[in-house]
Nanobody, 122 residues
Framework: QVQLVESGGTLVQAGDSLTLSCTIS????????MGWFRQPPGKEREFVAA????????NYADSVKGRFTISRDNTKNTLYLQMNSLKPEDTAVYYC???????????????WGQGTQITVSS
């Protein structure tokens, strides 16, 4: 089993920057990929970014490309999401995801965190 705990969600203003963290514990040998998803109010959960647990490429949703950066520190078992130039439409609950290589499909995720709320005011 793998446990994921997100932190860093808060209320910010449009244009601000924020970094989310996700700490991973348990059987990390199960992890090949990690990523972030988000669920805006009243909408479905959607893919944000993904990264391989070992060396490998990153992948981003078009809506965040150029503004968000996903990274990981395997020595600390931590995943990050650096978010710049935040917009009101980035308001959502952000979820850490892990397991098999992350794709845009939510049903391809083996493990989820509990989520952390980000609210971007205009």
């Amino acid at each position: 089993q793998v446990q994921l705990v997100e932190s860093g969600g808060t209320l910010v203003q449009a244009g601000d920057s924020l970094t989310l963290s996700c700490t991973i514990s348990g059987n990390t040998f199960d992890i090949n990929g990690m990523g972030w998803f988000r669920q805006p109010p009243g909408k479905e959960r959607e893919f944000v970014a993904a990264i391989a647990w070992a060396a490998g490429p990153t992948n981003y949703a078009d809506s965040v490309k150029g503004r968000f950066t996903i990274s990981r520190d395997n020595t600390k078992n931590t995943l990050y999401l650096q978010m710049n130039s935040l917009k009101p439409e980035d308001t959502a609950v952000y979820y850490c995801a892990a397991g098999r290589p992350i794709t845009k499909a939510t049903n391809n995720v083996d493990y989820w965190g509990q989520g952390t709320q980000i609210t971007v005011s205009s």
